[in-house]
């Protein structure tokens, strides 16, 4: 039954104003799922609740023989420059909602209910790991109650925000979503949407959610809207503050990639910073990426950066509280794989 009267067809259609083409919308349709089972009424009805559930529309608002889908209620706030990005980012928002959801079914421990300042966190993550690194920060995170997973697998064409940090219901859960291979950058990304939860930005209400657009990883103190500032001055502390700093001058002139990943090694040895951060913080003193960009590259002991993420999250995600439905939708968004458990 290839005409395009097919319900299934149509549903996945029905998202145009949403923001979201009919090929984007088949991204998060199980890998199962036939068009042919919508000529059945029930075929029809399974397909609207796990869309519904996986972009966080309204079930109601997809019953209908021309569905007019409509998001579920939130508090969402888009942290764009972009004019057009607001739909594009409501639709992120959607995607990062149906996933949060999954995640916080899936973790084990309550959630943190305290609001640390970025010295104390640092403190704490310190007691446990050499230095904020990106598999510290993530695991510090999920033994606290707040999910972290990057989403590897996003819809093709669909615009890419940096990052989100959402609710549900008292659960804060950050999402990762911009494609970086160096742990460095993704440190610092989950340590700004961890700044925007400690800080209550997401206090509104238990469906708050924020869509960072684009992060100034490589750059500071452009952001010009206060919860941006905030959010990048937690990170900031949270990462090293003054002592980051002064190793950073400490690395000096550099102009090859080893002799900069050496002295970058020596100015965080025994100092609880991580080489990476040094290399990122030197590289906003003298604009010089490229030569920054090849030495964190030496320092890459582990996986690329999403890879490092996800490998956390997944010893963390409790499979027994996981439906079959919510594996196979995280599965996909984030190409972990759980069929060798
Ligand atoms: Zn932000």
Redesign the pocket.
């Known amino acids: 039954m290839a005409s395009t009267k097919n319900p299934a067809k149509a549903l996945m259609g029905s998202f145009k104003e949403l923001g979201l083409t009919a090929a984007q919308v088949r991204h998060f349709v199980p890998e199962w799922w036939d068009d042919d089972a919508a000529a059945d009424e029930g075929g029809l009805l399974e397909l609207q609740i796990v869309l519904a559930r996986r972009l966080n529309v309204a079930l109601e608002s997809l019953h209908a023989t021309a569905p007019k889908p409509e998001f579920r209620a939130a508090t969402r706030r888009f942290?764009t420059i972009h004019p057009e990005g607001s739909t594009q980012l409501a639709a992120a928002a959607g995607v990062g909602h149906g996933l949060a959801h999954v995640l916080a079914g899936a973790c084990k421990t309550e959630a943190l209910q305290e609001r640390l300042s970025p010295t104390d966190l640092r403190a704490r993550i310190l007691e446990t790991y050499p230095a904020v690194t990106l598999e510290g920060l993530c695991r510090w995170l999920w033994e606290h109650g707040v999910p972290v997973v990057h989403i590897l697998n996003w819809p093709k064409q669909l615009r890419r925000p940096d990052a989100m940090c959402l609710r549900v219901g008292a659960r804060p859960v950050v999402l990762v979503v911009r494609k970086e291979i160096a742990p460095a950058r993704l440190a610092y990304l989950v340590a700004?949407e961890t700044g925007?939860f400690m800080s209550g930005h997401l206090a509104a209400d238990n469906n708050a959610v924020?869509v960072?657009d684009t992060?100034p990883v490589d750059e500071q103190g452009f952001a010009k809207d206060e919860d941006?500032k905030v959010?990048d001055t937690y990170a900031m502390e949270l990462l090293g503050g003054d002592a980051l700093r002064s190793a950073c001058r400490d690395v000096g002139k550099q102009s090859e990639e080893v002799k900069l990943a050496a002295a970058a090694l020596k100015a965080s040895k025994g100092t609880g910073l991580d080489a990476g951060q040094v290399i990122l913080g030197w590289a906003r003193l003298t604009e010089d990426w490229k030569l920054a960009g090849m030495a964190m590259r030496y320092l890459m002991t582990t996986q690329a950066a999403p890879i490092v993420v996800n490998d956390v999250a997944k010893s963390y995600i409790d499979l027994n509280a996981l439906s079959s439905d919510g594996m196979d939708h995280l599965a996909r968004l984030t190409s972990m794989r759980f069929d060798d458990e």
Do not use: I, P, Q
């Open positions: 942290k700004h925007h924020l960072d992060l941006e959010a």
